[in-house]
């Protein structure tokens, strides 16, 4: 499909393991957002890409979190020595525009840490 | 403090009934969109506000933006179990990047 994809859609992990999460924007797509959504909460912003630029990083939460992108591709999300609260959806999002165009969702990773 | 303020954070009804939610903010904003994110979903656009005084409908959805383009308002009417969901109102002013409000959450039950 033409959507932006996530994977894996549900990651279990223990406590202290590093985890990766994967996101696919939508083919041209110059900006992609990372979310953080807790159970039964809003979004929290994570990070945002938008082209060439530097990224903007103020929403992540510790220097356990970083985030890279492929030119204007794939991103990956990593989160090193995850602890209990780092469980929640985490969402990708891509924009053709950046600012206040429309973003496109990808359906969210699950990530439960033991 | 958000930058946009959403109220009241969970509205529980019975179906046949309406809602307004509301979205406030003390900046200035060139659009406003509103998303609704069902269950297990990521969230999707419901419309985007352009104009000062812009009124969108969108079957039994009613969206408002405020003269000063610093509110918004959505109202359903004769809600449905459907319109179940979690609802973003999200702007981005000055040009930075897009910011999403804290949500409300609606449950219209049968």
């Known amino acids: 499909g033409a959507g932006v994809s996530q994977s894996p859609s549900n990651k279990v992990t223990e406590k202290g393991k590093d985890v990766e999460l994967r996101c696919d924007p939508i083919?041209?797509?110059?900006?992609l957002y990372w979310y953080r959504q807790r159970l039964g909460q809003g979004l929290e912003f994570l990070i945002y890409?938008?082209?060439?630029?530097?990224?903007?990083k103020s929403g992540l939460p510790s220097d356990r979190f970083s985030a890279e992108r492929t030119g204007e591709s794939v991103s990956t999300l990593t989160i090193q020595r995850t602890q209990q609260e780092d469980s929640a959806v985490y969402l990708c999002?891509?924009?053709?525009?950046?600012?206040?165009?429309?973003?496109?969702f990808g359906p969210g990773t699950r990530l439960t840490v033991l | 403090t958000q930058l946009l303020e959403q109220s009241p954070q969970f509205l529980s009804i019975q179906e046949g009934e309406n809602l307004t939610v509301y979205c406030n903010s003390s900046s200035v904003f060139s659009s406003l969109q509103w998303y609704r994110q069902e269950p297990g979903e990521g969230p999707v656009l419901l419309v985007t506000v352009v104009t000062g005084g812009e009124v969108k409908k969108l079957k039994r959805l009613t969206f408002q933006f405020g003269d000063a383009r610093k509110d918004s308002s959505l109202h359903i009417t004769a809600a449905q179990p459907g319109d179940t969901g979690l609802y973003l109102c999200a702007g981005a002013p000055a040009g930075n990047k897009l910011t999403f409000g804290g949500g409300t959450r609606v449950l219209v039950k049968p």
């Open positions: 999002a891509s924009s053709l525009a950046q600012g206040a165009g429309e973003q496109f």
């Open positions: 083919s041209g797509h110059t900006a």
């Open positions: 890409f938008q082209g060439n630029s530097a990224p903007d």
